[in-house]
């Protein structure tokens, strides 16, 4: 099916049109049926966000976070906890979900609670875990009485994207102006991780938007996300960015994973379109990487895969102390990392310490012990598998298909892909889950209509 507004009239059909209007970015935040103080919740969420990946914001946030947690309670209502509920209990896929997330947190609870009398640990666990995953469920059980819950978060995902390329580009102002060399401290690349975190939420936006207007500023928005990615000099954000882009290519020009009628036309953009799309990235790209930053591309590239740093600083460390401390693992803590690198300083002869496991599974397992790496496993099997269920279901709009490989595409490029070489931050995957529970949700009503 094309997407195209410019196309032959007989290529596209009625449905399309129809697909179309479900997803329009004109309102900002488009949430009409709610209340004002819902509104306004939503609009407080919408810039936690934005706001999310700015490190600069990070212990602000914290306590914003906090707060909206306890106006958000004030909004719910009981038919709200009744549809979160059965949408928990809806698919075997599901529960498993929850079952393993709950246990994750439980792991991680235990173990910082093993630090007492010192609370520092508490406040971490209480900033990376409970706050964020309280946020979650109240926004994901608000969005649930709503048909413009995916509109709301795609529009807030792609200004999430938007925002941060702005601070990316103030950055490199800032970088231009003094004689501070660009790999030095590079801030961009704790900034790249959000742009491989919402491309695929910008890319759906783009393709669905109903105003061409908004479809030029979005596709304009990622083809800048490119050219400003190039500075965060990571080979992960490298590698996880290509997957991205030629995942996303893959589905919208030959409807990849869209399960569609025999009669539809899976494709979401035409050949042409397509490939003009991708020529302008490569020469963007291209340009960005010769004229502004090549000795942090090159210099990233030039390392190729080898990982022996890390082996040697970071994973083998890691599993030392996973190994002293299996069950429980250490908790969160702002210098709990640090204390435990110390005291094994001399098990570790050539290791220098980077300030953590340098990988996903491996960091939990630290935080944890081998129970969070198992729940994390599980948990993972749980999202796929329910991405899966929602894919396979052909009475789902081709909006909320999309939105779900948008969600697993993040998802796996983020903290599979990229989280085999760096720890990404623990927060942004409340924000997925938010997305699953209310696609979960989706999913449960197409069933019941059937």
């Known amino acids: 099916m094309k997407s ?19 997803i329009s970015p004109t309102p900002i935040l488009p949430v009409r049926s709610f209340s004002f103080l819902t509104k306004l919740y939503l609009l407080g969420y919408a810039i936690y966000v934005i706001l999310l990946f700015n490190v600069k914001f990070d212990k602000a946030l914290d306590w914003y976070a906090l707060g909206l947690v306890f106006y958000g309670l004030c909004c719910l209502r009981s038919r709200h906890i009744d549809a979160l509920w059965n949408t928990f209990k809806s698919t075997p896929a599901l529960k498993v979900f929850g079952l393993s997330l709950l246990g994750l947190v439980l792991a991680l609870s235990a173990a910082t609670f093993r630090q007492l009398p010192q609370t520092s640990g508490l406040l971490s666990l209480g900033a990376q ?94 083809i800048l996300i490119g050219m400003l990615s190039v500075g965060a000099g990571s080979r992960g954000v490298y590698i996880a960015l290509f997957f991205e882009w030629l995942i996303l290519m893959l589905i919208s020009a030959f409807g990849v994973f869209l399960k569609k009628n025999n009669n539809e036309d899976k494709r979401l953009i035409s050949f042409t379109k397509l490939t003009a799309i991708g020529a302008i990235l490569g020469l963007a790209l291209w340009a960005t990487v010769h004229w502004l930053s090549p000795d942090l591309f090159y210099g990233a590239l030039s390392r190729g895969l080898q990982v022996d740093d890390r082996m040697l600083s970071t994973w083998k460390p890691t599993i030392l102390f996973i190994s002293n401390e299996p069950w429980f693992g250490y908790g969160f803590g702002p210098s709990i990392w640090n204390a435990v690198y110390s005291a094994h300083q001399i098990q570790l002869p050539g290791a220098i310490n980077f300030g953590g496991a340098h990988n996903w599974l491996l960091q939990l397992g630290f935080l ?41 595409l993040s998802f796996f490029t983020f903290y599979l892909v990229r989280g085999l070489v760096e720890t990404p931050n623990w927060k942004p995957f409340y924000l997925l889950m938010t997305y699953l529970l209310y696609l979960s949700w989706k999913y449960k009503s197409s069933l019941q209509k059937k």
Request: aromatic share 12%; net charge neutral.
């Open 368 to 408: 944890g012990g081998i129970f969070a790496i198992a729940f994390t496993l599980c948990l993972i099997v749980g999202v796929f598998w329910q991405l899966r269920l929602i894919l396979d279901n052909i009475q789902i709009d081709l909006p909320i298909q999309n939105a779900a490989l948008a969600l697993g």
């Open 4 to 22: 195209e507004h410019n196309s032959p009239e007989g290529l596209m059909s009625s449905q399309t049109t129809k697909l179309k209007a479900i």
């Open 129 to 222: 875990c409970w706050v964020p995953l309280a946020l979650s469920i109240i926004t994901a059980s608000i969005l649930m009485s709503t048909k413009n819950a995916n509109t709301f978060l795609l529009t807030i995902f792609s200004l999430g994207a938007a925002t941060i390329a702005g601070f990316d580009i103030g950055l490199y102002s800032q970088q231009w102006s003094s004689p501070i060399p660009m790999d030095v401290g590079n801030s961009h690349r704790d900034l790249a991780d959000a742009y491989t975190f919402f491309l695929p939420f910008v890319w759906t936006l783009a393709i669905f938007a109903k105003s061409k207007f908004y479809r030029v500023l979005l596709w304009i928005l990622i």
